[in-house]
């Protein structure tokens, strides 16, 4: 209850009422014969039609976005994309396979001088 | 996750619903519908617009789930949020028909209590002076400037402290305390004869 002598010159305990106190809580016991109605059968079918109209008003790749499934899942395609693939890795192995190609035909080049020799 | 787990439960089940869980603002709705339609309904004294606005309050909820941050408590950040929809609807009616005659809402006295009162089979006169005395108090209430009106309803009807009131209403502590203190010194002068 709201007193104004709780911390005022008159103050006064907890479990003690001064006049203020007692007009108060005459006031606040009247105000409880103000009852609000029970809330409508309806009301939340109401709402929710309310929301499934506000939804389909929304552009479509807004509400892609929300829930947040699809935002996730095609950053999870990208992380994926991205591990698999790494930019060394390709130049290296095309990088090897050209001196494998240069080795091979220098060993051939080498086996041609050698041939006359064994004969 | 742990985050999460420290916080209310109102709360918690805003933060799933921010991640897209709509079981959770059924479980919100379920358990604020009451409270935020009763607010609406002693703010504006008809049912039908009472409804409605509630329903914008759980609408702009809804709407703001993506960017809702548990800053406050979330019964705070809700009434907060019926507070300001219930004081524009009040001065957007007040321009569109000048001073509202509470005789107007004759035909929307609260149903429940009417069935109370039916229910005992009170003799005509018992009614009668129910009536006025419920009348008299709708109009002490209506009276009030919205901001106290508002004060009033939170702390007396739904049971909510001096912080969240502040927090609502963008206030100090100290501030509401003198406010509601005002209220109830004005609700008590327009009711004394009621005694």
């Known amino acids: ?119 | 996750m742990e985050a999460i787990a420290a916080l209310e439960r109102d709360t918690q089940l805003m933060l799933l619903v921010r991640e897209g869980d709509d079981t959770s603002f059924a479980l919100l709705l379920e358990r604020h519908r009451g409270p935020v339609v009763h607010f609406m309904y002693r703010m504006v004294q008809n049912q039908a617009v009472s409804e409605e606005l509630a329903q914008e309050v759980f609408l702009r909820v809804y709407r703001s789930r993506e960017t809702y941050e548990p800053t406050a408590k979330f019964t705070t950040w809700l009434f907060r949020i019926a507070t300001h929809v219930a004081l524009n609807s009040i001065r957007d009616r007040k321009k569109e028909k000048g001073h509202e005659s509470l005789d107007d809402s004759d035909d929307e006295m609260p149903g429940g209590l009417g069935r109370q009162v039916a229910d005992r089979q009170p003799t005509i006169e018992q009614e009668m002076v129910h009536e006025v005395r419920l009348r008299e108090v709708r109009q002490a209430i209506e009276a009030l400037p919205a901001k106290q009106r508002a004060a009033v309803l939170m702390h007396k009807y739904e049971g909510l402290d001096y912080a969240q009131i502040a927090g609502v209403l963008s206030c100090s502590e100290s501030a509401i305390k003198s406010l509601l203190f005002r209220a109830y010194e004005a609700l008590r002068g327009r009711l004394a004869h009621m005694a």
């Open chain 1, 1 to 119: 209850m709201i007193c104004p002598n709780e911390h005022g010159p008159n103050k006064h305990g907890p479990d003690e009422e001064c006049a203020e106190c007692r007009g108060l809580a005459a006031v606040w016991e009247r105000l409880d014969e103000f009852a609000a109605p029970e809330v409508s059968a309806g009301f939340d079918a109401r709402l929710y039609a309310r929301i499934a109209r506000e939804e389909a008003r929304r552009p479509w790749w807004l509400r892609l976005l929300w829930p947040p499934v699809a935002p996730l899942a095609v950053a999870s395609v990208v992380a994926v994309a991205l591990f698999l693939y790494v930019p060394g890795k390709h130049d290296a192995s095309k990088q090897s396979s050209k001196t494998e190609i240069e080795q091979v035909a220098q060993a051939v080049d080498d086996l041609d001088l050698l041939t006359p020799i064994d004969r």
